[in-house]
């Protein structure tokens, strides 16, 4: 009788240490694997911003600099930031990394760009708040503020002015009925007429170095595409993007042979640069969970632009190549639409 007990007590040790396996070793956790992100997502239509959805992490390559700390670069950067509470024109100097603030009016000013001899900031300045907004220009330390156009009423809004590489005339963005149309003003306030709108939209001008062609976004293929047409002329622009995405902000490099802008693929803004014929586009940047939007040419080779990649939005710098990325501002509060000047 104890043998057999016996007997029965071994098998049983034997089947427990048989289950439990040898001493210290665990079952190992199978992995999961998560599917990656669809590439051919088609954007939808429409043209709003992404609001900012939290901190996201610096791009690979990103330069690590302490908070406040600026990258010299030559020349100023205007730009419109919320860092007081409400959206107004600030300066960044590229030498001293000095920050002043250009506007300091009770409505919101934003949209700066430089006159070609970067002595005058014009700028959108919303005169009687959200639903009546006016072509403004400035000196470029913020004194002799006065409106482009003395638009009677607030009938439309006027916003996004460029300034013509002759000094002479400013394009700007108004919504005329349901469409966006784009329209020009000499620079003494008299109007110079608008593009034909043919029942689509127009918007985004920006002028090519010697002033004879302008680049702007459109809808009329049904998407927010990249186009150029002569000035002037009654032809037909050229589209030079062609695609499922909502394309923004076409900016020219000075030197005339690219042009750099901001595509809404599949969920969120990254920069591309394409030849200025439309050819050979390339992205510079590809992040699938943060925006780079606001493009503008440093010269040929940088390019300054927002991202939404810390907390807010922020102003950086990258070289064309996509290498060599910095962060230009620190701030709470939303950083955005830069111009560069060189002097």
């Not at 088609?42 to 996201?56: I, Q, S």
């Not at 586009?281 to 927002?306: E, R």
């Amino acid at each position: 009788m104890k043998k057999i007990t016996l007997l029965l007590l071994t098998v049983i040790l034997l089947l427990l240490l048989a289950a439990c396996g040898p001493a210290g070793e665990t079952t190992p956790t199978p992995a999961v694997s998560n599917p990656s992100a669809p590439s051919d997502v088609t954007a939808p239509g429409g043209g709003a911003y992404p609001a900012p959805e939290g901190a996201y992490p610096a791009p690979g390559g990103a330069a690590q600099l302490p908070d406040g700390e600026v990258p010299q670069f030559e020349g100023q950067i205007a730009f419109h930031s919320e860092r007081d509470g409400i959206l107004q024109v600030f300066l960044l100097d590229g030498a001293s990394g000095e920050l002043t603030q250009l506007t300091d009016d009770p409505q919101k000013a934003y949209e700066p760009q430089w006159s070609p001899d970067c002595q005058q900031i014009v700028y959108t300045y919303e005169v009687g708040g959200p639903t009546d907004s006016e072509i403004y220009i400035m000196n470029r330390d913020g004194s002799g503020k006065s409106p482009l156009l003395n638009t009677p009423a607030p009938t439309t809004l006027e916003w996004s002015p460029a300034w013509s590489p002759n000094g002479q005339i400013v394009a700007y963005q108004t919504n005329p009925g349901a469409q966006f149309n784009i329209c020009f003003a000499d620079v003494n306030g008299s109007s110079l007429g608008c593009m034909d709108p043919a029942g689509v939209s127009n918007a985004h001008p920006f002028w090519s170095p010697d002033g004879s062609k302008l680049y702007f976004v459109s809808n009329r293929d049904g998407n927010w595409d990249v186009y150029v047409m002569e000035y002037g002329s009654s032809a037909p622009p050229t589209q030079l993007t062609n695609n499922d995405a909502i394309n923004f902000h076409p900016r020219v490099s000075p030197d005339g042979q690219s042009v750099v802008f901001e595509s809404k693929g599949v969920g969120f803004f990254n920069l591309w640069i394409m030849n200025a014929d439309g050819s050979n586009p390339t992205i510079l940047t590809s992040d699938m969970d943060q925006n780079s939007a606001d493009p503008f040419w440093m010269g040929n080779d940088k390019i300054v632009f927002a991202s939404d990649r810390t907390v807010n939005w922020e102003l950086f710098m990258i070289n064309r190549d996509g290498s060599g990325t910095a962060r230009l501002t620190y701030d709470m509060g939303t950083d955005k639409g830069p111009a560069w000047c060189g002097q």
